[in-house]
């Protein structure tokens, strides 16, 4: 229970935290989530975040498009 009400708050607010490998993201640019739990593989200052997807692969993405969930 405690997984489901923490994934969906994630939906909802923007976390100021620096994504590092093993945090659990989504991806939601501009406030409207387009994937969900994701985890940071790496984080490269020119490239961004690189965050592995359950379905999907893998995407490098800006870290202020991503959602920590806690």
Known sequence: MKYIIS???SL????EVQP???FR???APFGH???FDG???ACDQARGVLVAWP????DWLPKN???VIC
Do not use: D, I, M
């Open 7 to 9: 994934s969906l708050l």
């Open 20 to 22: 590092e490998p093993g």
């Open 65 to 67: 498009h991503l959602s």
């Open 25 to 27: 993201v989504n991806y």
């Open 33 to 35: 989530v387009q994937k």
């Open 12 to 15: 909802f607010t923007r976390n």
């Open 39 to 41: 985890t940071v593989v």
């Open 55 to 58: 379905r999907g692969g893998a």
